[in-house]
């Protein structure tokens, strides 16, 4: 492809058609290829397996209340759909949801831990130890007890 000096002393090259087009603007669009081919494959998987199952899956011929029910590990249904359960049981969760993320934290520490020295060692301990208080504290209060 022909290279001449566009207007801005960026190199223009004639590209597809013959129009004209900047090299930055090549090397941009270049970057995110990549990104827009998975998209697209993706795309392509998703309608191939949705039409795919569309065509190709079995059709019930008769609908009936025994299908259209609730089946959940070969029991049938018993009592309300609107069980209740322990404020207990979200606390746990929710406990453990807070200190699974908090140790998240501790992987990108330990990556670059020889860069950071002695200050970051003392950081980690500091959080560390703030969440062996916590820890301590919801023990404490009996969240963790299972009565």
């Known amino acids: ?42 795309a392509v998987i998703v309608l191939g397996m949705v039409s795919g199952s569309m065509i190709f899956g079995a059709r019930s ?4 209340a025994v299908k259209d ?14 069980g209740r359960f322990s404020i207990h049981f979200y606390l746990v969760a929710i406990l453990f949801i807070v200190f699974d993320v908090e140790v998240v934290f501790m992987y990108p520490w330990a990556i670059v ?3 950071l020295g002695v200050p970051g060692l003392i950081e980690m301990l500091t959080f ?5 208080f916590g820890l301590a504290y919801v023990w404490k ?3 963790l007890a299972w009565d």
Do not use: H, K
Request: aromatic share 8%; hydrophobic share 45%; with cysteine.
């Open 1 to 42: 492809m022909p290279e001449t000096m566009g207007i801005t002393g960026a190199p223009r090259i004639l590209g597809w058609r013959g129009v004209e087009r900047s090299a930055g603007v090549l090397a941009v669009l270049d970057q995110y290829i990549g990104v827009v081919l998975t998209f697209a494959l993706g």
């Open 61 to 64: 011929t008769s609908r009936r």
């Open 113 to 115: 831990f020889r860069a």
């Open 128 to 132: 560390i130890a703030i969440l062996g």
């Open 141 to 143: 209060r009996g969240a």
């Open 69 to 82: 029910e609730a089946f959940e590990c070969g029991n049938p249904s018993t009592g309300p759909a609107r």
